[in-house]
């Protein structure tokens, strides 16, 4: 990803299923990475506040960069990593299945090389 500045935020979704009334609230998981280098991993739910699962920073990561994230999605296992490194493995059992995405805070970002498997 590409962030145009630091305030910028985007991410990936894993086993999307249920969209409430607003882009935010939906039924699955959401890794979100900050220009700034924060990041947190969510379950979201449809109708309520997300549940943070895990939150933290990473160094290097700034505007006109490419970090590199991915989000996987394993039985009841996620990882999500940054740059190959796993910033969060936690166990979650909220959703056992549902579609893939990518998500922005509506600032100007840039994906390229996407790939779901």
Not at 56 to 61: A, C, H, L, W, Y
Request: charged share 10%; no cysteine.
């Amino acid at each position: 990803m590409l962030f145009s500045a630091a305030s910028g935020s985007a991410g990936l979704i894993s086993r999307f299923s249920h969209q409430g009334n607003d882009p935010k609230h939906f039924d699955g998981y959401q890794f979100d990475l900050r220009g700034n280098g924060d990041w947190q991993l969510l379950a979201n739910v449809y109708n309520a506040v997300a549940q943070v699962l895990a939150s933290g920073n990473v160094t290097g990561i700034a505007p006109n960069t490419w970090p590199t994230i991915s989000l996987a999605a394993n039985a009841d296992q996620l990882t999500a990593t940054i740059d190959r490194t796993a910033v969060a493995q936690v166990t979650s059992s909220a959703y056992a299945a549902g579609l893939a995405g990518f998500e922005s805070n509506w600032a100007p970002v840039q994906f390229n090389n996407l790939t779901v498997g």
